[in-house]
């Protein structure tokens, strides 16, 4: 039994995009690599149904840059209100450690 070729994305794009091209008959590209001409009618179908998705991902991306950037705002305000109850608690601490000292808690 034969055992089906598989194809990598960047193969698959290096041949559609000779199919775009237009230079030479889809027949005569799939004869040169070898491939059925109806499953490159199929690439090509699939690569321009799949072609604006290439620019909504870069916004996409942008919106993943602004949510970390927010995120990262609001952990850098929790650090330093923690810092800032953290020094409020020891000097406090340190106020009742003195006057437990004294005897006047």
Same mark, same amino acid.
């Given at each position: 039994m034969k055992k089906r070729r598989q194809y990598t994305s960047e193969f698959k794009v290096k041949v559609?995009?000779?199919v775009?091209?237009?230079e030479q008959?889809?027949?005569?590209?799939?004869?040169?690599?070898?491939?059925n001409p109806n499953q490159l009618a199929t690439w090509k179908r699939e690569f321009l149904e799949k072609a604006p998705k290439v620019f909504e991902e870069s @916004?996409?991306?942008?919106?993943?840059?602004?949510?970390?950037?927010?995120?990262?705002?609001?952990?850098?305000? *929790?650090? @330093?209100?923690?810092?800032?109850?953290? *020094?409020?608690?020891?000097?406090?601490?340190?106020?009742?450690? @003195?006057e437990t000292e004294r005897g006047t808690l």
């Open positions: 559609i995009l000779e775009l091209r237009e008959t889809l027949g005569e590209i799939a004869s040169k690599h070898e491939i @916004k996409n991306d942008r919106e993943q840059r602004r949510i970390e950037r927010e995120a990262a705002e609001k952990e850098t305000r *929790m650090l @330093k209100t923690i810092g800032q109850l953290t *020094m409020e608690r020891d000097f406090l601490q340190a106020i009742r450690a @003195k």
